[in-house]
Nanobody, 114 residues
Framework: QVQLVESGGGLVQPGGSLRISCAAS????????MSWVRQAPGKGLEWVSD????????YYADSVKGRFTISRDNAKNTLYLQMNSPKPEDTAVYYC???????WGQGTQVTVSS
């Protein structure tokens, strides 16, 4: 069965950096585009970024473009989101997702605060 398990969340200072990860299993990871989606407190889901199966094409929401970098290691079946210069408004639960088939991880909390 498909499993997506996020890790690496926590407290980060504004202007710092944090990398979150998503370990995938139960499917041929390299064959599918993957996504990061977040949900801030009291708000709806917000798409953050996509990456294609090979890792050569990436897409970002305007709110994170130039600050966040999505990547993947297909040998390790792992998806990453490098968060540089985070802002307090980036505080959210971050989910990795295989949106094509509506599979989601349990989420990891990222809090940006001094």
């Amino acid at each position: 069965q498909v499993q997506l398990v996020e890790s690496g969340g926590g407290l980060v200072q504004p202007g710092g950096s944090l990398r979150i990860s998503c370990a995938a299993s139960g499917f041929t990871f390299s064959s599918y585009a993957m996504s990061w989606v977040r949900q801030a407190p009291g708000k709806g889901l917000e798409w953050v970024s996509d990456i294609n199966g090979g890792g050569g094409s990436t897409y970002y929401a305007d709110s994170v473009k130039g600050r966040f970098t999505i990547s993947r290691d297909n040998a390790k079946n792992t998806l990453y989101l490098q968060m540089n210069s985070p802002k307090p408004e980036d505080t959210a639960v971050y989910y990795c997702a295989l949106l094509l088939y509506d599979y989601w991880g349990q989420g990891t909390q990222v809090t940006v605060s001094s």
